[in-house]
């Protein structure tokens, strides 16, 4: 018993006491985090986030259709009164067949969003094969930690210093999700109408092509947001990109918890502004 007292003392001294804490909450919230971004948005919050946005969804779709109609004619008489433009068959069939596929899309919005949203979510299992499991912090060896007297204080200061970023770290993350879950709701419940632009004139139908860009960027924010989970938790879990420290010097003095546990701050510290950035990095790689 004595031992285990002692052990416990150097562990609070060395600081992998909160270290071990901090990697518990992590990967506690951040499995609750998956949760959600794996979780299907007709079941969040026992649907009745979906029942809400699908009663507005209903009522735009009415709206939406007859919208479309009305654009739909807009941009038909345009076409024809203008007399630098000749209107022929086969430019009256090709409005014709954009009215047909316009309306089938508005018919079937719901399902086909339901269908790009279970292609995003069949995507978060190939970025984390494991699901939760692949995001799992570890760090090795932090059972073995060895307290030094020159380290022990900047070790039991890290050791805080960890526990208070992985919180707010987690917090954030957490935050982040529910904003995308909340544009997305607001993305389904609004469809109608921006789709119902896209048989408009030309500066009109920019309307449709703009919801669909916002909305594919919210789906693969989900899926960026796991990427960076998972490409954290591999860092994290090697110790940041140097997992070695230096030979010689005050590292001798100061002993492996102090340059580990600095690694592993700034890891998290750096995880968590990736996936901040997400938004960004999807608008600017992929033309959004």
């Not at 090697?238 to 002993?255: C, H, K, S």
């Amino acid at each position: 018993m004595f031992d285990n007292i002692i052990s416990a003392i150097a562990d609070l001294l060395n600081g992998s006491f909160f270290f071990q804490c901090g990697i518990g909450i992590w990967n506690a919230l951040i499995g609750y985090a998956w949760d959600i971004l794996q979780t299907n948005p007709q079941n969040l919050a026992d649907g009745v986030l979906w029942d809400t946005a699908d009663g507005i969804f209903q009522l735009l779709q009415i709206v939406g259709a007859s919208l479309m109609t009305v654009l739909f004619m807009i941009n038909f008489v345009k076409e024809t009164a203008d007399i630098r433009h000749n209107t022929t068959l086969e430019s009256a069939i090709y409005m014709i067949l954009k009215l047909i596929v316009g309306n089938v899309v508005l018919l079937n919005l719901k399902s086909l969003i339901l269908l790009v949203i279970g292609m995003e979510q069949d995507l978060l299992r190939i970025v984390a094969p494991s699901e939760d499991t692949s995001l799992i912090l570890t760090i090795p060896g932090l059972d073995e930690w060895e307290i030094s007297a020159q380290g022990a204080l900047l070790g039991f200061a890290l050791g805080l210093l960890f526990i208070v970023v992985t919180v707010a770290g987690t917090i954030v993350i957490l935050w982040t999700a529910y904003g995308v879950f909340f544009k997305l709701f607001f993305y389904i419940a609004t469809a109608p109408l921006a789709m119902s632009t896209l048989l408009g004139t030309q500066g009109m139908s920019h309307s449709a092509y703009s919801w669909i860009k916002t909305f594919l960027c919210a789906l693969g924010e989900l899926a960026g947001m796991v990427l960076m989970l998972r490409l954290g938790a591999a860092l994290i879990n090697a110790q940041g990109f140097f997992p070695e420290p230096p030979e010689g010097g005050i590292w001798d003095l100061l002993g492996p918890q102090t340059w580990g546990g600095f690694q592993c701050t700034l890891s998290i510290i750096i995880v968590v502004g990736g996936v901040k950035s997400v938004d960004s990095l999807i608008r600017r790689a992929f033309g959004f």
